[in-house]
């Protein structure tokens, strides 16, 4: 196992609070050689904030935070701390604490000295230092272990130092990068709720990189979601798993992750609009705010998302908003069964390593859009429309595929069951659809929706 350890940044007097707030304009990373890491990020974390950036491999993540701190710079943009323009500002005059894999507590002091460090280093006398240090190892729960050294101890009492070395100079910024990713899944879950409950007990502003979503959600006042650099989403854990940005973070966000199907638009103007789902249909009735954005792409393909909390197995012959198909396979998670259900769908599935989603302007696809709608409000008969209950649907280009962002397949529908239901593979299953939990996604990714969140 790695060890961890703290940079301490501050070189303050006594480490006293003073970053308190960071925002960040338009800030771009590009590294020599030309890898785009950051591109034109904004990000505000307030006071006291606990803002996790998530994200996968290879997204950014570890260049923001490093640019916060000051050890990186910016290829352009600015980065503020207090409001204070703080691009050329060294790494020890930011007032902050970072944490971070790959480094070694010094293994030649005990835990007590260890974290005692940064206030040595900053002349505090010997009487105070002490007496900060037993605080800190308490809150921290490694009080008794003050006299051992760093090889004595477990990875996650090591972690512990590492944070106590970063919090005992109670820094206004606090920056943790992948604390926790050495350690098994039991301690992680631990070690988080501790963090998150010392940062805010601290009042202090967090900034904490991860990939695990689990993490983000449970940990985040807000989560900043970033892929290849760009900033797809902020928000709290519940506005950004209940109402995903794009199309990436819906598929990122969840466990099970969100159903992903392709849907064809057809506006039935006297009654709803129709979504064909393979040879299935849901309806959107007009009196859904968002029928009238949905109706936009009459005649176009879309993403239908659907988690599977959004579904409940109902009687085979229930009416409504329903899907049916054969169960492919069942897996069994103790707590509950998922089946996954073959519903004659295409999935559609989002390469995380792909190209952003985000940007472009809308080209000819837009135009040509926006004339299917029109001559269908003018009330000519708009192309391949389709009757509810017919079957057929041609199989053309998805407008989905363009780029090789997204990659189709057949879709499998994961629905949750009780554990060791008495179905099996092969077995028939008609499933409910929750319509107010269906998500709307357009052929950039981008959500389909109303108003603010
Ligand atoms: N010093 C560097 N020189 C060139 N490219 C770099 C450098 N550091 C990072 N990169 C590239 O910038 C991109 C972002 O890297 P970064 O370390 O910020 O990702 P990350 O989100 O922290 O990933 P991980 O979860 O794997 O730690 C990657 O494509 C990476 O290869
Ligand atoms: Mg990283």
Redesign the pocket.
């Known amino acids: 196992m790695k060890l961890v350890t703290v940079i301490p940044i501050s070189a303050t007097s006594c480490g006293e609070v003073t970053v308190t707030t960071v925002a960040l304009k338009d800030v771009t990373k590009v590294?020599p050689?030309g890898?785009l890491?950051v591109d034109a990020v904004n990000l505000d974390v307030t006071d006291g904030e606990f803002m996790v950036l998530l994200?996968p491999?290879?997204?950014?993540?570890?260049?923001l935070l490093r640019m916060v701190a000051g050890l990186e710079e910016p290829t352009s943009g600015d980065v503020l701390l207090d409001g204070e323009l703080a691009n050329d500002l060294p790494p020890g005059d930011r007032g902050i604490a970072m944490v971070f894999q790959d480094f070694a507590l010094y293994p030649h002091m005990t835990v007590g000295e260890n974290i005692a460090f940064p206030l040595r280093l900053s002349g505090v006398q010997p009487a105070p230092r002490g007496e900060r240090v037993a605080d800190v190892a308490a809150a921290l729960g490694i009080g008794d272990l003050l006299g051992r050294k760093p090889s004595q101890l477990s990875g996650g009492q090591r972690q512990r130092v590492a944070m106590g070395r970063a919090i005992v100079r109670r820094p206004g910024l606090f920056l943790m990068d992948?604390p926790l990713s050495n350690l098994d899944s039991g301690l992680r879950a631990e070690l988080r709720a501790e963090i998150s409950a010392l940062t805010r007990e601290l009042g202090v502003t967090t900034i904490y990189?991860t990939?695990d979503q689990a993490e983000a959600l449970t940990m985040a006042d807000r989560v900043a979601i970033m892929r290849r650099g760009v900033l797809q989403d902020v928000g709290t854990p519940t506005q950004v798993y209940g109402r995903p940005a794009t199309l990436h973070v819906a598929a990122f966000l969840g466990s099970p992750r969100m159903n992903l199907l392709e849907a064809s638009v057809y506006v039935h103007l006297d009654r709803y609009v129709q979504l064909r789902i393979g040879e299935q249909s849901l309806y959107l009735p007009w009196t859904d705010i968002r029928s009238r954005a949905v109706a936009h792409y009459h005649g176009e393909r879309i993403v239908v998302g659907m988690r599977a909390e959004a579904l409940t197995p109902v009687v085979p012959d229930a009416q409504g908003d329903v899907l049916r198909g054969r169960i492919r396979y069942l897996e069994h998670h103790g707590h509950e069964s998922l089946a996954y259900l073959d519903i004659g769908a295409t999935a559609v599935l989002v390469d995380e390593m792909g190209g952003p989603v985000s940007g472009g302007v809308p080209g000819q696809r837009g135009l040509r859009r926006f004339g299917k709608v029109m001559s269908r409000l003018t009330g000519r008969q708009a192309p391949a429309a389709e009757q509810p209950g017919r079957t057929g649907g041609g199989n053309g280009g998805s407008v989905l595929d363009d780029g090789g962002r997204h990659h189709r397949r057949p879709a499998e529908l994961a629905v949750r069951l009780a554990p060791y239901p008495a179905v099996s593979g092969g077995h028939p299953l008609a499933v409910a659809v929750r319509m107010d939990a269906v998500h709307f996604f357009g052929e950039r990714g981008e959500r389909i929706d109303v108003g603010r969140r």
């Open positions: 590294f050689g890898a890491a994200g491999s290879g997204c950014g993540k570890s260049t992948e990189v990939h």
